[in-house]
């Protein structure tokens, strides 16, 4: 079974310009999150969405952040404009809902975003 | 808020010795806590998790982790390294928000492997 994919894996960009990261997540599964890890430290949250719709954006800066999930299967997360700070690995993951009990978080292997 | 301190940012054992890897966790109620693995270009992937049962928990790859609710701890150890082993390990307090779970990262530690 194919795991969670994202794509580009590398991304350079100059300052100011746009970019948007696409995720594809593991059929069936109705949780998928955003997480941006900085060099050198853990993932954060930036967006969780239950199905199609965003239920935690609280982390995402949104003067320049923006995600959508259509249909509730695939999402894109996009950046515009990009700024210096915002290098980082940005991570998609999906799990199966579960509200009650712990529902494993399956990551995919990240876009390496590099803003010069 | 939960959260997870990683008191090592780099461990580095050689091959077919120990390892240890220390994780002290803050929470204001019994706690769900994870490892999680990352190898160079690969996705996180789930070593083990503590979610109130056995407090010496297994994972995969012969891991495995001790809850001790007086020490505030999770270490992650295994009793012989591989060079397979060399990567980035991440331990994680599951906090929960609106009523869904919310993983909060440590800052992670590297694993080197020496031959």
């Known amino acids: 079974e194919a795991g969670v994919v994202q794509s580009p894996r590398y991304k350079i960009i100059e300052k100011k310009q746009p970019v948007a990261f696409w995720c594809n997540p593991i059929s069936g599964h109705n949780t998928l999150y955003w997480y941006r890890q900085n060099l050198g430290q853990g993932p954060e949250l930036l967006i969780r969405?239950?199905?199609?719709?965003?239920?935690?954006d609280s982390q995402l800066p949104k003067d320049r952040f923006s995600a959508e999930r259509l249909k509730g299967v695939d999402s894109t997360l996009k950046i515009q404009p990009a700024e210096l700070g915002d290098s980082a690995v940005y991570l998609c993951a999906s799990s199966l809902p579960g509200s009650g009990s712990f529902s494993e978080q399956f990551f995919g292997p990240g876009t390496r975003l590099t803003v010069l | 808020a939960q959260s997870v301190t990683q008191l090592d940012s780099h461990v580095s054992v050689s091959e077919g010795t120990p390892v240890l890897l220390r994780c002290n966790y803050s929470?204001?109620?019994?706690?769900?806590l994870f490892w999680y693995v990352q190898h160079p270009n690969k996705g996180l992937q789930l070593l083990l998790k503590y979610t109130s049962a056995a407090t010496l928990v297994k994972g995969i790859n012969g891991f495995e982790a001790e809850f001790k609710k007086s020490e505030t701890s999770f270490h992650l150890t295994k009793p012989s390294a591989h060079m397979s082993d060399a990567a980035e390990y991440f331990c994680?307090?599951?906090?929960?928000?609106?009523?869904?779970?919310?993983?909060?990262f440590g800052q992670g530690t590297r694993l080197t492997i020496n031959p």
């Open positions: 929470s204001s109620y019994s706690p769900s």
């Open positions: 969405y239950e199905n199609e719709e965003a239920v935690d």
């Open positions: 994680v307090v599951s906090d929960r928000i609106q009523g869904a779970q919310k993983l909060v």
